[in-house]
């Protein structure tokens, strides 16, 4: 097969991810612990149904809002991760890896310290999960922590010093959770740590109503990153003789994964194994290192993948016990493993 | 006087800390570069080849001077600008093993391009062609992973020329390659430098095809020293021998060579011409022996029939030989 049939064929698989999605998006609607025949999810989601019914109140105030966030999470990680590994030239590189998310633990370790303080009765009662003070607080430390990240980066010339520095960051915010974690009664280390394991399913549609357009506007940032993107490929120095302002761009690469990271860190917890596998796996599935199809690929495997862990996280029989963290790695990480056993001789090319 | 596509005044590199001068590598460096020639680079490590070369493509500023582009300085290109008048070949590491050739060498178009990277038409035509200059028709879908590094150095300066640049700076291109490709690489930017009326500079160790595809050498010295001319010039001036002898080695201005000089060598009087002749000294060399015309040994080149060597010894008799290898055993065992 030539190259030329060999991209349109990329394009097709494009087609079939978005429909894996489709199908993902209904099963995600009609299991769980209640089942909804597939024609009342259609009939819900056409704007139908009785109004007040159990199976709407379910679709409309639970279901969908979860699957939409997963949709976004999964996209936005995605995407954060393959930036991340394109800017440090870092396979092990994901959007956490400048300390952005454990900015926002600082932040949600900080809540749960207050909680312990001021006995505020009604937090204490509250899962911290959903709280807008947890999410206000997990905001303003990713914030804090890219706000660092780029002061740093605009005095760092170079990238693998960039790098030890978010990594150092990381460190220092993680030891800072720990200190108010070993000042903290049991009851809140305990809703501290759920929140560590990853939801999707504390964001209702107020919050959506925020997240939505953040992480559309970080997904469409990153399509106006393409072209730098592949020309950062061919190294700094290469990327500037071709016209690219270095500097530049990287402030925007970080500042858009650093928004992304933080706000779906905010609503969903530390979402782990995402971020780092979806653009390994893509590129895999595509074995190019083209920028004009990564992205729209991490994003929609992104997605896809998300909406699958989603489901096998609310099977019946688990009844929404499972942890996404939980899931995204046993189940994530064993398909990356088969994947790269079974294509030994596929060069890891960031 | 010809166009100069670069030249320097008075120009001083090397590197800064925090604004703060760090080490100057060399100054007042009066150089120029002029279309359709091709300009190599020598000069030992750490003699600035480097930091010069990124110095011309605007990595690095310069510590003092000037360097003018098309007659326009240095530092008043804005990066697009500069990016349509000088393209680079460098060492540093890509990652660009999953692309494939093609996609590699349409990098060179965006300069060109608009905000998404899109190729035109135009463009994709401008790569075939470049394509096409250096003779990867047959490679051009292949992956990067999948071609030599040879290929990827050829792909590396149709990128180059893609980027349709007058000026082409290549840092050290051939440093890895074996010697086919590093003539075919020489070769190829000579026949690019006089065909395309580009200014090609290239550093290099090699100074053997420098000699032979060079328009113009310059010579940057440790110490600060810098000379410039053709190859024949600055070996007829002495200016190669000044230049790269020192103690042990010897620079023969007659093949543009070095050679070993050994004061405690056994001589020997040698008597014939030809390849053999050419060769036999070259086994002499190596095993301890000078040609010599005051010697008790002999050796004679016979060139009747099958070329053989007659090896005499004053007052023995004369031996007749078929191989070099029989006739250098032969040489030990007499002086033994």
């Known amino acids: ?350 | 006087m010809r166009h100069h596509l670069l030249h320097t005044k008075d120009l001083t590199i090397g590197y800064t800390r925090k604004g703060k001068t760090v080490k100057v590598v060399h100054q007042n460096l009066n150089l120029k570069l002029v279309p359709g020639e091709f300009t190599c680079l020598l000069g030992p490590n750490g003699s600035g080849k480097s930091t010069l070369m990124r110095t011309f493509a605007g990595f690095h500023p310069a510590l003092s001077g000037k360097i003018f582009l098309d007659n326009r300085q240095i530092q008043h290109f804005k990066e697009k600008d500069l990016s349509r008048l000088v393209s680079v070949v460098l060492t540093d590491k890509t990652n660009v093993g999953n692309m494939t050739v093609f996609e590699l060498i349409s990098m060179g178009r965006h300069p060109y391009t608009g905000f998404f990277g899109n190729l035109t038409p135009r463009d994709r035509k401008i790569i075939d062609q470049a394509i096409e200059s250096v003779g990867m028709e047959a490679l051009r879908d292949k992956l990067v992973n999948e071609i030599s590094d040879g290929e990827r150095q050829k792909a590396m300066i149709a990128k180059a020329l893609a980027q349709q640049t007058p000026i082409i700076i290549l840092d050290e291109p051939t440093a890895y390659l074996d010697l086919p490709s590093r003539i075919e690489i020489m070769q190829l930017l000579h026949r690019l430098s006089s065909q395309m009326k580009k200014a090609v500079l290239l550093s290099t160790h090699d100074l053997e095809q420098a000699l032979r595809f060079a328009d113009k050498i310059w010579l940057l010295g440790n110490q600060g020293e810098v000379q410039s001319g053709t190859p024949e010039d600055l070996i007829l001036s002495d200016q190669f021998k000044q230049f790269f002898e020192r103690k042990g080695i010897r620079f023969d201005n007659i093949t543009g060579t070095f050679k070993i000089p050994n004061p405690q060598a056994r001589k020997v009087k040698v008597s014939g011409k030809g390849v053999e002749y050419y060769w036999l000294l070259n086994a002499l060399q190596r095993n301890g022996f000078a040609e010599g015309h005051e010697s008790d040994l002999s050796i004679e080149i016979v060139r009747n029939g099958s070329p053989h060597y007659l090896l005499k010894k004053t007052g023995g008799a004369g031996i007749e030989i078929g191989s070099i290898e029989h006739l250098i055993h032969q040489l030990k065992t007499l002086e033994r």
């Open chain 1, 1 to 350: 097969m030539n190259r030329v049939g060999l991209i349109s064929a990329r394009s097709w698989i494009l087609l079939l991810f978005t429909a894996g999605i489709v199908v993902l998006f209904f099963l995600n609607m009609a299991f769980g612990s209640v089942h909804i025949p597939f024609h009342q999810v259609l009939r819900v989601l056409l704007g139908g149904g009785q109004e007040g019914s159990t199976w709407r109140i379910i679709l409309v105030k639970s279901r969908l809002p979860q699957a939409l966030t997963a949709i976004l999470a999964g996209g936005g990680l995605a995407v954060g991760g393959l930036m991340m590994q394109t800017l440090f030239r870092n396979p092990l590189a994901g959007p956490s890896i400048l300390g952005i998310s454990s900015g926002a633990s600082l932040g949600v370790a900080l809540i749960m310290m207050f909680i312990g303080q001021l006995h505020l009765a009604a937090i204490t009662q509250a899962e911290l999960f959903g709280n807008m003070a947890t999410i206000i607080m997990a905001i303003a430390g990713a914030v804090a922590t890219l706000f660092l990240i780029l002061f740093f980066a605009r005095k760092i010339k170079d990238n693998a010093m960039l790098l030890i520095l978010g990594i150092m960051i990381s460190y220092i915010t993680s030891a800072l959770v720990d200190i108010l974690k070993y000042y903290s009664t049991s009851e809140h280390l305990h809703s501290y740590a759920m929140w560590g394991l990853g939801s999707f399913s504390n964001v209702a549609w107020p919050q959506l109503e925020l997240l939505i357009p953040v992480i559309l506007m970080g997904l469409g940032l990153s399509f106006l990153l393409i072209k730098p993107l592949n020309l950062l490929l061919l190294g700094e120095n290469y990327a500037a003789n071709l016209g690219l302002n270095v500097q530049h761009t990287r402030f925007f690469i970080i500042m858009t994964t650093g928004l992304l990271t933080a706000v779906i860190t905010a609503f969903c917890g530390p979402i782990v194994f995402l971020g780092l596998a979806v653009p390994h796996i893509t590129k895999m599935i595509f074995k190019t290192s083209n920028h004009q199809l990564l992205i729209p690929g991490v994003i929609l495997i992104g997605m896809l993948l998300a909406l699958a862990c989603n489901f096998i996280a609310r099977l019946p029989g688990f009844e929404s016990a499972l942890p996404i963290n939980v899931v995204t790695s046993i189940f994530g990480a064993p398909i990356v493993i088969s994947v790269i056993l079974k294509q030994r001789r596929l060069k890891l090319n960031v």
